[in-house]
């Protein structure tokens, strides 16, 4: 047990599906895995352990925003010894290309600070995902027929965001998308030596103002958590 993850050794799988919402945990370890059990309810951040095609898995939830995902991740590697993390979430798409439903597959992720800013002081580490699981969960998503953007993200520290001169230099430069956490997950993987990938789902578009109705987030999350899957165990 940790200061915020209630689960006993052992009760957490090398890999660990990472939504920020506890909620859509629950959901996912429900709809996608067998023998499924909760593992972790500590502040209401709920984590389920299971099986998918015999391969163990945990779906625990991280929270919103950096320094949130930052204490599930040190916590799940430096005391249950997780080796593969990949976040699964909604994104808002920044380029006209990228539309609703699409799956961002996540190269790299920009951003102005992380929890970890601390230790590089004025180095501007660029945070890169697992080129394995990037390949492995690509073709999934090809294979499934999944409109799919491999590139670059960018993790914003706040959610109500008010820099569109940021914004617009963000789309100049090719950003595909922003959510909040991906950023210091690829540079705590890197910090330990494990493996990281996020893959996102196009939730609404900064550039037209479109957004799914709740009722379609979770057919589209549903397809994502697979694709997930698929690059964990492939």
Do not use: C
């Not at 990472?18 to 500590?42: C, Q, S």
């Not at 709740?214 to 694709?227: C, L, N, Q, Y």
């Amino acid at each position: 047990m940790t200061i915020h993850i209630g689960a006993k050794p052992g009760e957490i799988a090398e890999t660990v599906l990472l939504p920020g919402d506890p909620y859509r945990a629950k959901w996912a370890a429900e709809t996608f895995l067998d023998h499924v059990k909760l593992v972790n309810e500590v502040r209401g951040m709920l984590g389920f352990t299971g099986t998918w095609k015999g391969n163990r898995v945990t779906i625990h939830g991280s929270g919103m925003g950096m320094p949130s995902l930052s204490i599930y991740v040190n916590e799940l590697i430096k005391d249950y010894d997780a080796q593969t993390l990949i976040r699964i979430g909604s994104t808002g798409a920044m380029q006209e290309k990228v539309s609703l439903r699409d799956v961002i597959l996540a190269s790299t992720s920009s951003t102005l600070s992380t929890p970890s800013r601390g230790i590089f002081k004025e180095l501007n580490f660029a945070p890169t995902a697992d080129f394995g699981l990037l390949h492995k969960a690509f073709h999934a998503a090809e294979a499934k027929g999944v409109t799919t953007h491999v590139g670059g993200i960018y993790s914003s520290d706040v959610f109500y965001d008010e820099r569109p001169d940021l914004n617009e230099q963000m789309t100049r430069h090719g950003i595909l998308a922003v959510e909040m956490e991906a950023a210091e997950l690829y540079t705590l993987a890197a910090r330990y030596d494990r493996r990281a990938l996020a893959a996102l789902t196009v939730s609404d578009h900064l550039q037209t103002g479109e957004a799914l109705p709740s009722e379609d987030r979770e057919k589209s999350f549903g397809e994502m958590v697979e694709i997930a899957l698929e690059a964990a165990f492939a």
